[in-house]
């Protein structure tokens, strides 16, 4: 991958950490873009932003997002006898009290719909309950 070519000004605002790698050539570190900011994502079930239309009184059509109701909750796994924090929607949250907990839902998702935190706690579960099931 080539570098663009170093800018002499840069203004203040616009100097993120990759881009100051850039300027000043320091060897950058990449990283996946999921890490750098913090999305507005349910960890647990992937909902996200949708996209749709206000409609005024009128029937003028404007875009507008309609944002997931995120809540960042300590959910207690009763495999591991620990509590993790993660940022989930309120109606995952209501759906975690339906099934039975954190273990009985998180077993049974799809990886896909997981983040990465949620995906190494499913790990962990799995490896507990099929050590419990050995012993």
Not at 94 to 112: H, M, N, S
Request: charged share 25%; proline share 6%.
């Amino acid at each position: 991958m080539t570098r663009p070519p170093a800018f002499d000004y840069t203004a203040p605002s616009r100097a993120g950490p990759v881009f100051r790698a850039l300027l000043f050539h320091a060897p950058l570190v990449w990283c996946k873009p999921k890490d750098l900011t913090m999305s507005r994502r349910c960890e647990l079930t992937g909902v996200g932003p949708m996209v749709g239309h206000s409609v005024s009184h009128s029937n003028i059509k404007t875009k507008r997002r309609f944002l997931p109701s995120l809540k960042s909750v300590k959910v207690t796994s009763d495999a591991l006898g620990q509590t993790f924090s993660l940022r989930i929607s309120n109606a995952a949250l209501r759906t975690l009290d339906f099934k039975g907990g954190l273990d009985a839902y998180i077993v049974k998702a799809r990886d896909e719909q997981l983040s990465t935190t949620a995906q190494r706690i499913k790990r962990q579960i799995k490896a507990k309950l099929a050590e419990q099931a050995a012993a």
